[in-house]
């Protein structure tokens, strides 16, 4: 689109607002544009970024799969000046690993109008975001995030067929996210850990095979649970040696350390097909003397099989440890009986938000935490919630056959491995994650009930999820307006990614 003369369409001195977020494999934009309560023909935003996609382009807009037509089976993206993105976040997936550490400048800018044929870019209200894209590993912390994304239109472009390729989908939806296993063992002389469930034969058991180091892994293993046996059968050497955890509700926990080496991997991944690939979740590595001994001694105190009570002993908050710009601090569930320090400190965080509450959690049951959370927006704070939705997911899933069932989904926790509480303030901090402003996020009244609708579609959107055809049938109207005073409905629609 041909860039309009900025007097076709009067436009607020105010510009607009952004703030940039930044992952190895992605950009999060999150923007605003306050002057546009004024105008009932405030449509979005066009976002123009330099370098452009393509090599040797210098400059080129993001792409929209939404715009004023219904899509068809075979549309094709349009550029966001043509088809402004509905929505006051937007992510950039078109992100490749020859990017990382390089230098890009987004431009923002509001756009008004009625229709494909009436659109004036507000070029007097533009702002530009300029930023670095970082490396897997900055400042001793090494993070990993998967695509899981099978309900999306980008895995469908990319595979019509899943099952004629698996191992190219698993590659696609575990992102880089199994480098984390092949970092840790390199260079160890010896290895130990906890693990919930290890059922990956792809990735993880070959390579603790392959390790020529010593390993020790505390293993899940109850009599209704013992899932991790034919791994620990495959795994059996004079170099290896397994420890079951049978003494507890649920033996959670997700790490592996290298104590000489000083560093600890640890996530939210289970070391499984499912939990590698088709599951949202992310493994870090962290470079810490300190921390690497806290999670020694985990490993050491759950690996003679001690009851719950004998485990809730010592837990507590340990000492805040430095780790680069960032200071974090770790926990060892369970807590005794009827005390609540681990989420307590957390809803004393939530209660303490001035701007937003983000949170991605599998399922939040406890109800001091969701009163904290629904409450955010009395006080004017941005609550973005993401829950995991499991049925229609699963199934998912189980047709892509990745050579066992997936697993049955997980009880309550009672000993739910660690937590690890980011006390940095800021962008220098990892798993920070605080949008600017109230507007930048959906903002969830007190009290809300979210349906099973929404509750899949805030999680489709926390994990990359793309805009798929509503249920019904029924498309967004042509034109969404976006107004202060109701926000919602446009924001239901585009779920925020271009590729």
Not at 57 to 74: D, S, T, V
Not at 308 to 316: C, D, F, N, S, V
Not at 320 to 336: C, D, L
Not at 420 to 448: D, I, M, N
Request: hydrophobic share 35%.
């Amino acid at each position: 689109m041909a860039r309009t003369p900025r007097g076709a369409r009067a436009s607020a001195s105010q510009a607009a607002t952004a703030r940039a977020y930044t992952s190895p494999t992605l950009v999060l934009l999150a923007m605003d544009w306050p002057a546009g309560q004024q105008f009932a023909d405030f449509l979005g935003f066009a976002i123009l970024r330099s370098p452009g996609f393509r090599p040797g382009e210098q400059q080129g807009y993001l792409r929209n799969k939404i715009g004023f037509n219904p899509p068809q089976p075979n549309s094709q993206p349009l550029t966001s000046d043509v088809a402004p993105f509905q929505k006051f976040h937007w992510w950039d997936g078109a992100i490749s690993e020859a990017d990382r550490g390089k230098t890009f400048k987004y431009t923002i800018t509001p756009v008004r109008g009625t229709g494909p044929d009436d659109l004036v870019l507000q070029h007097d209200a533009e702002t530009t975001v300029s930023l670095t894209l970082p490396q897997v590993e900055e400042e001793g912390i090494a993070t990993w995030f998967n695509r899981a994304v099978v309900s999306s239109q980008a895995f469908s472009r990319e595979f019509p067929d899943p099952q004629s390729n698996i191992p190219e989908v698993m590659d696609w939806l575990a992102n880089g996210l199994v480098e984390a296993f092949a970092q840790i063992l390199s260079g160890a002389d010896k290895i130990e850990g906890a693990i919930y469930h290890l059922t990956d034969n792809r990735w993880v058991v070959p390579a603790f095979k392959g390790f020529k180091g010593e390993l020790s892994l505390v293993y899940e293993d109850r009599t209704n649970d013992r899932t991790d046996r034919p791994a620990i059968e495959l795994l059996e050497s004079d170099r290896f040696e397994g420890k079951p955890r049978s003494k507890t509700n649920i033996m959670h926990d997700k790490f592996l350390v290298d104590l000489d080496g000083g560093r600890v991997l640890m996530g939210s991944a289970n070391f499984t097909p499912e939990g590698l690939t088709s599951q949202a979740n992310l493994l870090h590595i962290f470079k810490s003397p300190q921390l690497a001994k806290l999670y020694a001694e985990r490993a050491q105190v759950i690996a003679g099989d001690p009851t719950i009570g004998e485990t809730a002993k010592g837990a507590g908050w340990s000492r805040p440890v430095k780790i680069g710009k960032t200071t974090v601090r770790v926990f060892f569930s369970p807590e005794p009986t009827n005390k609540r320090v681990s989420i307590d400190t957390v809803i004393k965080s939530v209660k303490g938000a001035k701007s937003s509450v983000m949170f991605c959690m599998f399922d939040p049951t406890d109800p001091k935490l969701i009163t904290a959370l629904l409450a955010t927006s009395d006080r004017e704070a941005a609550l973005r919630a993401a829950q995991q939705h499991l049925r229609s997911d699963r199934e998912k899933e189980k047709s892509l056959r990745f050579g066992r069932s997936p697993a049955q989904a997980e009880p309550g926790h009672a000993d739910q491995g660690d937590a690890v509480q980011s006390l940095a303030k800021g962008q220098g901090g990892a798993g920070v994650f605080v949008l600017p402003s109230r507007y930048h996020a959906r903002r969830l009244p007190a009290r809300a009930e979210l349906g099973r609708s929404q509750q899949r579609e805030h999680a489709a959107a926390a994990e990359g999820g793309e805009e798929t055809r509503p249920a019904g049938g029924a498309y967004p109207p042509q034109v969404h307006h976006h107004r202060r005073g109701d926000r919602r409905s446009h924001d239901l629609h585009g779920l925020g990614q271009s590729q």
